[in-house]
């Protein structure tokens, strides 16, 4: 017989783009509690489909994730996540650990991705943007050095966590919004395994697990990828 | 007799400085929580103390809010209201309700004010950074107006949340978040009340909560602020 909570997962929508690492570590958390039945509805970025109004009825800033649990909307996606571990605290990965100073680095880890993701889509949005000749050397200088200086950090965390996870052995939020962040820098050809080999040797450890694989996003396993990071 | 919990608010420190909207996040759970028997200890950011040696070790990053509860350590600001609410989960003020629906709605908006952050400080920091006669107009118009429609968003909220706090009755994470954010948008000369009024009667039913005036930044009371939002 199904639990409760396991019956609900039909009652959940979540609207993803592909490429989006938000959209990822929701899904990564969606798995991971065991609500993998969920309705899980892929839109094009490309044609702007996160501006539609079925969309925009649930997420007013007309951006992905938008996600649905019943009549409660969350589209943060760290908001996502914590909700859905609250949510379904007994069901699935235990994604916040009880003991109080593990729960603190977990908070603490998953909050602070989001500085991976800010510096390296500083460098990465700078050269999508800027015509080539146009680059300012000093500048693309000072953001592959911010990049590094914050890839060393992790590489430092890393160094001390032992062969599990980012924390403790179990499987965390924190991995759930380090992982995403970790292919995307391999996507954009990051030097991981010269530079950061604690990076590389993580991500190689935890790029295979489902829920981690159930988000990976769909056009990067045809297209290349590009190398606006290869000089980190 | 003191509660354990109590008791446990003389093993706090918190790092923190004169201005910076994260410590007053922090600060404010603190209060909220009912540890205000914390180790206080404001340091000047125009001295850069928080790359002292002191504050390095524990926060690699030279930043505040540095904060640490007995040997735990937790320094990204979200991460230290979400960490004091679990931890003095039945102490002091609920910052996370119970209800899924209620809850859903406060992570939401408590990880949505970085929004209103990041576009406040794009329009400051480029007045702030940039020579007045380099001000490049349109780069402005752009920048008041992901701002304007920022705002209009949380305008929205509140229009539909009654003349409590941000989601219910009750203050919450999500207030614990916004009003520091709104105190800026008024230190900068927003004129919130011509144009966003809800916002502005949201503020003034909020600012002289105690929780809030114990993080105010000692030199906003004393410094008249900029008019670099002024025409928001």
């Known amino acids: 017989m199904l639990g409760t909570h396991e019956v609900m997962s039909t009652d959940i929508t979540l609207y993803w783009g592909s490429g989006s690492i938000p959209c990822w570590r929701a899904m990564i958390c969606l798995e991971e509690k065991g609500l993998s039945g969920y309705d899980s509805k892929l839109i094009s970025l490309e044609k702007k489909e996160q501006k539609s109004d079925e969309i925009l009825k649930i997420n007013p800033r007309g951006q992905v994730p938008a996600f649905k649990h019943g009549d409660v909307v969350v589209n943060e996606s760290m908001a996502i996540c914590l909700y ?8 699935g990965t235990q994604l916040l ?17 989001q500085n991976i993701m800010d510096k390296s889509k500083a460098l990465f949005y700078y050269r999508l943007q800027t015509k080539q000749e146009d680059w300012d050397q000093e500048c693309i200088v000072e953001k592959i050095k911010a990049l590094a200086e914050e890839l060393s950090l992790w590489e430092k965390y890393l160094s001390q ?7 403790t052995e179990d499987f965390t939020l924190a991995d759930a919004a380090l992982i995403p962040a970790l292919a995307f820098l391999k996507r954009m050809k990051l030097p991981m395994k010269e530079g950061f080999p604690h990076l590389a040797s993580y991500y190689e ?13 769909p056009h990067w396993k045809e297209t290349p990828g590009y190398d606006y ?4």
Do not use: C, Y
């Not at 990071?229 to 980190?232: A, N």
């Open 205 to 217: 450890r935890v790029k295979d697990r489902p829920s981690v694989q159930s988000g990976w996003p």
């Open 229 to 232: 990071l290869k000089d980190v």
């Open 97 to 113: 650990p009880d003991d109080p100073s593990h729960q603190a680095l977990v908070l603490q880890r998953f909050m602070e991705t």
């Open 161 to 167: 966590s032992g062969d599990g996870f980012l924390i």
């Open 84 to 91: 859905l571990e609250n949510i379904f605290k007994k069901q």
